[in-house]
């Protein structure tokens, strides 16, 4: 997973104030930072396959659909 510089920043700066939040524990840029690598290591993969079952469950029921949309376009036919 590639996040931009600012939203790497960003994200280093969420883990400092829970850090300090739920801890009462103030981390430095290089804890900041080794604890994003891991969650991005860690998490990334099941976050981005849980993406694909999802982005292919919705495609799945948008052919379920098409295929009674185009069963509505038929015409009768008179034999």
Known sequence: ?????SQKEKLSA???AFYLDERGEEIGLIEQMQLYELFERKMAP???NK???DA?????QM???LDSDFYTLYKEEDL
Do not use: Q, T
């Not at 997973?1 to 510089?5: A, C, N, R, T």
């Not at 292919?56 to 799945?60: G, V, Y």
């Open 56 to 60: 292919k469950r919705w495609f799945a």
């Open 51 to 53: 993406a694909l079952d």
């Open 14 to 16: 969420e883990i400092k």
């Open 46 to 48: 099941i976050i981005y």
């Open 63 to 65: 052919m379920d659909n």
């Open 1 to 5: 997973m590639k996040l931009s510089d």
